[in-house]
């Protein structure tokens, strides 16, 4: 059975924007957090042990699958 490797590393992104829809805002605000060409898997709150706090994202092969913790506002 395949297991992911587990996330060592994590940082916090913010973005904020408007669109025509719901869907275009959200995409608008995860552009505007420098994350929108990720592909994200959204995941519970929980950190992995030891996980390393970094102030910037990594560089990130854009269309990745990354592990996410995210929220959103209507």
Known sequence: MFA?????TV?????AAEGD???NAFDNALL???IGNLNLIRISS???RDALLVDEPLPI?????VPAVYSYQI
């Open 4 to 8: 992911p490797p587990i996330p060592n």
């Open 11 to 15: 940082w916090a992104a913010a973005g």
């Open 21 to 23: 829809t719901e869907l």
């Open 32 to 34: 505007a957090a420098q």
């Open 46 to 48: 929980v950190l992995p």
């Open 61 to 65: 092969t854009p269309g990745a699958l």
